[in-house]
């Protein structure tokens, strides 16, 4: 089949299907929000015994909290995604931290970026092997740094400088994601569940203003030194005040062709699409270029979208409403 012929067939499915889209109407507008993801690559609704899912749940919920703790204080809301995606850098569960997956030759390397829609500051690492918590380190790049992204061997070094811990590389390690890998290595074919993970968030401030951030271990088996999309501002992770904020997983290859991120705040801005149709636009091109994966959107007034087209999305909500919402396979809205 031509790389056309199958762009053009996974361009009807999501026709046909639909990428899932929810969002909200603006009398529904709150003072604060925070909206997550922990990945587009969710094992398939068969394979999920009823306490993975209640595991993911709660382990979304738990996230959520953290994030809502901060906004609740009158908090930023570059502050509330960074809190959002540190409990799930934390959590084995998530491929973004303790638990991510492993490249083909038995490490893991991780990527992480996060945007403040206030002034557009951004920060991003990629491929860091020891510092606990990339969002942290990407964080301290956009804070205490001139520069926008690090890499490498320079990125931990600049992370542990500013102070921040730093483990052996065998503690994002789990025998969940060796058993994978073998896996993988093994048949040279990766399920959902391998080929996605990332974490991210997206919040809107009782100020008004909104943040994104992503973090991310990549692909099973990638190779060493492959990048994906996560760390790329613009592509993974984008936040403009007034506009939106946009944080995306899935197949970073062709999340980065497409810009992701950027492509659908600018589709908000200047083509007046709603957040929800500028993310169906940008991840139709996703799937025409061959590839898939979701996006959480956040628009500069809080409404908010989550529009994926895999089987799946782990995903929740929460704001000043009292409303809280998790969910992971596509019929849950
Ligand atoms: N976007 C990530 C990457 O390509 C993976 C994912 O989101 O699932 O590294």
């Known amino acids: 089949m031509t790389r056309a012929l199958f762009g053009f067939l996974l361009s009807l499915m999501i026709v ?181 993970g990332t974490v991210g968030a997206v919040a809107l401030d009782k100020d008004g203003n909104i943040a994104a951030a992503t973090t991310t271990g990549g692909m099973t088996a990638k190779a060493p030194g492959r990048i994906g999309d996560s760390p790329l501002i613009g592509a993974a992770t984008y936040a403009q005040n007034d506009v939106c904020a946009v944080s995306a997983t899935g197949h970073g290859e062709y999340f980065i062709r497409v810009g992701v991120a950027k492509t659908i705040c600018t589709r908000v801005e200047l083509a007046g699409d709603s957040i929800a149709g500028a993310a169906e636009n940008a991840l139709g091109q996703v799937a025409e270029l061959g590839g898939d994966g979701g996006v959480i959107v956040m628009g500069g007034d809080g409404q908010y979208a989550y529009v994926f087209n895999t089987a799946g999305m782990y995903r929740g909500m929460s704001d000043s409403t009292g409303a809280m919402e998790t969910a992971i396979f596509e019929a849950e809205d």
């Open 16 to 196: 046909s299907t639909g990428p899932v889209a929810h969002a909200q109407t603006e009398s529904e507008t709150p003072e604060w929000r925070i909206v997550i993801h922990g990945g587009a690559g969710v094992i398939t609704r068969d394979k999920l015994t009823d306490e993975q899912e209640a595991a993911y749940n709660a382990a979304l919920e738990v996230s959520l909290k953290a994030g809502s703790d901060v906004l609740r204080e009158g908090g930023s809301a570059v502050d509330a995604v960074q809190a959002a995606v540190l409990t799930m850098e934390d959590d084995a569960l998530f491929n973004s931290g303790h638990g991510a997956v492993m490249t083909a030759a038995h490490e893991h390397e991780l990527d992480a970026s996060i945007m403040d829609g206030k002034n557009r500051d951004a920060g991003s690492v990629a491929g860091v092997k020891h510092v606990k918590n990339p969002i942290l380190a990407a964080r301290a790049v956009m804070d205490q740094s001139e520069h926008v992204m690090f890499a490498g061997q320079g990125a931990d070094d600049f992370a542990e400088s500013v102070g921040l811990e730093t483990v052996e590389n065998s503690y994002f390690t789990t025998e969940r994601r060796k058993k994978a890998l073998e896996r993988v290595l093994d048949t040279q074919s990766r399920e959902d569940a391998d080929r996605h």
